[in-house]
């Protein structure tokens, strides 16, 4: 459940955005008292890179939508930093704690809904009210990457089945021969398969262990070859074609990078996520 209101005024930095939603729940903010600064996977659930201004579902309900919002998660590498989300186009990107200021959107978990967003990763915690305190989120699977021994493995987690290599073309390429690439796996039928494609965005964070860096890949995970750098996603610019949508791979950042004058990894993905 989130906050149909989506702007409260003011912009704070990190540490008075989650000190804003403890007023917000000591108000009973809309009858409710147990509103949180809503984890980065939350956050960016809302997200539709088909459109701009905001980069949010068509008919959408929210009203007084901003551009940058704070999110729970600190990140790994740098702990006076935390997940951002720039809701105009929907860049997801890390923010200083301290000198950065932005808006606060908050969520609540509805009771006898089984929570469908998985965990972030995060476990440490920096201030009252953060993601590595609540932890909120589906757990993740015991036994979570199923290495198949023929070069693919499944992300129960995801229900996605990827190339166990995460380099498989054995280096950049521009965005028109990386989709080149898969079509002819397909043509081939890799594995087995011929139903490959480049990931989304969307694919590509549900790998991320928002605890971890370098690689940000949950520890102990199956794959080889795996390129500390930026992964070309299917998801163009919706402002602007002649860029695309990229996961970095060194530091989970999402952006955009121009399909043509840039060389990214490809990372093949089957399949379609769970929610």
């Known amino acids: 459940m989130w906050a149909k209101e989506a702007d409260f005024a003011e912009v704070y930095n990190w540490f008075h955005a989650l000190d804003a939603v403890s007023k917000l729940n000591a108000n009973g903010y809309c009858g409710y008292h147990d509103w949180r600064l809503p984890n980065v996977n939350e956050l960016a659930s809302l997200i539709d890179r088909g459109r701009y201004a905001p ?35 929907g860049h997801i990107d890390y923010g200083h704690k301290y000198h950065m200021f932005n808006h606060v959107w ?48 499944t992300d129960r987690l995801a229900g996605l089945m990827w190339t166990k290599s995460a380099n498989l073309p054995h280096g950049k390429r521009i965005w028109s021969e990386a989709k080149e690439f898969i079509v002819r796996l397909n043509a081939k039928e890799y594995c087995g398969h011929k139903d490959w494609r480049l990931p989304e965005a969307g694919d590509l964070r549900t790998l991320i262990d928002y605890s971890r860096k370098e690689p940000v890949l ?58």
């Open 218 to 275: 949950p520890d102990r995970h199956p794959f080889i070859h795996l390129a500390s750098g930026v992964y070309w996603s299917s998801d163009m610019n919706a402002q602007d074609p002649d860029y695309v949508w990229c996961m970095d791979l060194k530091n989970s950042r999402v952006d955009y990078y121009n399909k043509i004058n840039h060389r990214e990894y490809v990372w093949p993905v089957r399949g379609y996520r769970q929610q």
């Open 55 to 89: 980069a949010l579902p068509l008919d959408h309900p929210f009203s007084s939508v901003k551009a940058w919002y704070w999110t729970g998660t600190t990140t790994a590498d740098y702990s006076n930093h935390a997940w951002r989300i720039y809701f105009f186009l």
């Open 106 to 153: 908050p969520v609540r978990t509805i009771r006898d809904i089984p929570e469908l967003l998985p965990k972030t990763g995060q476990s440490i915690t920096c201030y009252a009210g953060d993601d590595g305190a609540l932890r909120k989120g589906r757990d993740w699977p015991e036994k979570r990457f199923c290495d198949h021994g023929n070069g693919t493995v």
